[in-house]
């Protein structure tokens, strides 16, 4: 627990899609206000064809997960076809140890987690083997950018099995939130937040007056492209670490 109170009073707005309330405890532990109103919203894309597909998930030497949301359609849809890892021996790399965990819990063993985690680092370095006759599956969401496809060295297939989409009701709690006196905090994981964040909230608040937070450097470069400044970013690209950077700053500048 932290000896600490260096968010105190502080509101801390997380803009992303919530996964796990551990790190909302960690804020309030820290003294802070956390508030979860997510910028998007992701649904599991249903398709006639995903039946033959995750059969076919045997076939290929591995798969890649570069987030939770695509663990979790694709775990939805093991269920539906009743299959479990057992029926898909392929191995396994993740881009995160949150998405790690969401895959070794229910099941899969993770081969291959990259340094830092981001899509533009795993293509650098994967390189199981020189075999470029490797067959790999990457299960993404339909705003996946084309770096793997394009940049790994091998025959790489793509399922789409989840979809981002604007979640613009959360726009107008965040705008009273901002508004309200007091010390605030947003903090962004995806560009497709960042995205909904200037087109909803930045016209009625600006991107001034509060402490803006990015996990990553895609995240923080498309904040930087929309004309913010990026006053926190951690090493290691997860929330947790997101709210630890903030805690050290906020106890630099008391």
């Known amino acids: 627990m932290p000896e600490s109170s260096p968010l105190k009073g502080e509101t801390i707005i997380f803009t992303g899609t919530p996964k796990s309330l551990e790190v909302f405890d960690l804020v309030r532990e820290y003294g802070g206000n956390p508030y979860s109103m997510p910028l998007i919203q992701v649904n599991e894309i249903e398709a006639a064809t995903d039946e033959s597909i995750l059969k076919r998930c045997a076939d290929f030497d591995w798969l890649i997960f570069t987030s939770q949301s695509a663990v979790k359609a694709f775990h939805s849809k093991m269920n539906r076809f009743t299959m479990t890892f057992q029926d898909i021996p392929s191995k396994i790399a993740a881009v995160g140890t949150q998405t790690a965990a969401a895959l070794e819990k229910i099941g899969f063993t993770v081969e291959f987690i990259p340094s830092i985690f981001s899509a533009d680092v795993f293509v650098k370095q994967f390189k199981p083997t020189e075999d470029s006759k490797l067959r790999v599956l990457f299960l993404k969401g339909n705003l996946a950018g084309s770096i793997i496809r394009e940049e790994l060295p091998f025959h790489v297939e793509e399922w789409t099995v989840y979809e981002t989409g604007a979640k613009s009701d959360s726009v107008n709690s965040i705008i009273e939130l901002l508004q309200m006196n007091g010390s605030n905090t947003v903090l962004f994981a995806s560009p497709s937040a960042v995205r ?59």
């Open 196 to 254: 909904v964040f200037e087109k909803g909230v930045v016209p009625v608040i600006g991107w001034e007056g509060y402490t803006i937070g990015a996990i990553g450097h895609v995240t923080e470069k498309a904040l930087l492209e929309a004309g913010a400044k990026v006053d926190v970013k951690p090493e290691i690209y997860t929330l947790k670490e997101l709210v630890k950077a903030l805690a050290r700053r906020k106890e630099e500048i008391q």
